[in-house]
């Protein structure tokens, strides 16, 4: 199958936008966020010394810097909750405790799939990006005590000029119909970027609820939101969703 309209992809090239292509869609990629984790990991040492119940962990770039620096523990050791698939499979395989629900999509998911009675009164550390949202700490604050420690940083990225000259084009004449978000930081850099050249018939979709809410507090026509933090699930499932209208 090929629709002739382009699918706008804001993120590195991976599994969505390969499984895309496998679906038969012509795909356009730009990455304009980058995560990068500190170089100074010694809050994250210092707090992992201390007698935490449970560790919270909601991304990619968080679970790799807490695999490199979890050790073993034989006494007190925390249960990692973990939201996404690839998160969990970072750390399947460390010295700990893990709890993972795969149904749960977002942070306020997770939190109510294991039903907040779970966190009553305890210590618990929330692994994060400098801009990941504030949900785990604000549903638990007066449940339990939740510490946090920024392990990333997620920047701005410096994208190819000749490819936003390209992409401006293609939205200004209608041939990028689909714009394809995964975090509300993405959004936010789109905007930035495109705004200008966004037309009224450019749909968009998200993967979770929390970026689908960015999309629309952008006033973006928000067409698909992928019921699975996975981006195989997103791309087969918003490939569908085009291909039956």
């Not at 990991?41 to 695999?67: C, H, M, N, W």
């Not at 195989?232 to 085009?242: P, T």
Request: hydrophobic share 40%; net charge negative; glycine share 8%.
């Amino acid at each position: 199958m090929n629709t002739g309209a382009s699918v706008l992809v804001i993120r590195k090239p991976g599994t969505f936008d390969a499984e895309m292509r496998a679906a038969g869609f012509e795909v356009e990629i730009i990455e304009l966020i980058v995560s990068k984790p500190l170089a100074d990991q010694s809050e994250l040492k210092q707090r992992l010394q201390d007698e935490y119940d449970g560790i919270f962990v909601t991304s990619r770039v968080a679970a790799g810097v807490l695999a490199e620096h979890l050790v073993p523990r034989t006494r007190n050791t925390p249960t990692i909750y973990i939201l996404g698939r690839r998160s969990f499979k970072i750390l399947e395989n460390s010295p700990a405790k893990l709890a993972y629900r795969p149904d749960a999509n977002a942070a306020d998911e997770m939190i109510s799939a294991f039903g907040a009675e779970e966190f009553e009164g305890k210590r618990l550390l929330y692994v994060r990006g400098n801009r990941s949202m504030n949900t785990i700490p604000e549903r638990l604050s007066r449940r339990a005590t939740v510490d946090q420690v920024i392990v990333y940083e997620t920047l701005e990225a410096e994208p190819d000029k000749n490819g936003v000259a390209n992409i401006k084009e293609g939205l200004a004449s209608g041939k990028v119909q689909w714009v394809c978000f995964f975090s509300p930081s993405g959004v936010e850099a789109f905007v930035d970027h495109f705004a200008a050249d966004v037309g009224k018939g450019l749909k968009a979709a998200a993967i979770g609820v929390t970026t689908a809410e960015s999309v629309r507090n952008a006033g973006m026509n928000l067409e698909f939101v992928s019921e699975r933090a996975d981006s195989r699930e997103f791309a087969r499932d918003l490939a569908d969703h085009i291909s039956n209208g």
